[in-house]
């Protein structure tokens, strides 16, 4: 099994950045692809950004974060990370971190527990 623990959330004013952190443990072999989710008061969860593992990382975001969230990994220190600039008011939420497990002949989900972001003034 594996498991997620995020950190780095906090309160920044507008304009402000902040780097969550996912550091993963566990089954770390069986991770197919991770990715940063938020879902804000009301919404639904969305994705923010996500990458598959590979030797090259290939990276996917929210129309609404590209050019100002950048997903990474250290794969040395099994942790994931989501830089985010020029942060909006609508970028508050709760943000998790996700990571797709594949093992032969079936697939799982492992969501981290959450981390707060709020923007604001």
């Known amino acids: 099994q594996v498991q997620l623990v995020e950190s780095g959330g906090g309160l920044v004013q507008p304009g402000g950045s902040l780097r969550l952190s996912c550091a993963a443990s566990?089954?770390?072999?069986?991770?197919?692809?991770m990715g940063w989710y938020r879902q804000a008061p009301g919404k639904q969860r969305e994705l923010v950004a996500g990458?598959?593992?590979?030797?090259?990382?290939?990276?996917n975001y929210a129309d609404s974060v590209k050019g100002r969230f950048t997903i990474s990994r250290d794969i040395a220190k099994n942790t994931v990370y989501l830089q985010m600039n020029s942060l909006k008011s609508e970028d508050t939420a709760v943000y998790y971190c996700?990571?797709?497990?594949?093992?032969?002949?079936?697939?799982?989900?492992?969501w981290g527990q959450g981390t707060l972001v709020t923007v604001s003034s």
């Open positions: 996700k990571a797709d497990l594949q093992f032969p002949g079936r697939s799982l989900e492992v």
């Open positions: 990458f598959t593992s590979g030797v090259r990382l290939n990276t």
């Open positions: 566990g089954d770390i072999s069986s991770i197919d692809a």
